[in-house]
């Protein structure tokens, strides 16, 4: 649990709402990652774009291993999710 006040799907209005919209469609819900940064949506946006530059564009590395990478440096980090 966070202690930033996220906005709801309920309240979201112009590209929060569509980027909540495509999680939900994803998904069936929408994570609290994404919920922590929903109070700036073009910066969530372009967090999410980083993320699939990093995760699931071409690179030597496989997918697995970003994935373990990512799990690794969440746990050092003390992240739950």
């Known amino acids: 649990m966070s202690f930033i006040k996220p906005v709801e799907a309920s309240e979201a209005a112009g590209l929060l709402a569509r980027i909540y919209d495509a999680a939900i469609k994803r998904t069936g819900r ?19 774009d980083l993320y699939a530059a990093t995760m699931l564009r071409e690179s030597s590395l496989s997918r697995g291993q970003r994935e373990m990478i990512a799990v690794v440096v969440s746990k050092a980090n003390g992240c739950h999710y």
């Not at 929903?38 to 372009?46: D, E, F, G, P, V």
Request: proline share 0%; aromatic share 6%; no cysteine.
């Open 30 to 48: 929408v994570f609290e990652i994404l919920r922590v940064q929903s109070n700036n949506a073009n910066s969530l946006k372009a967090s999410m």
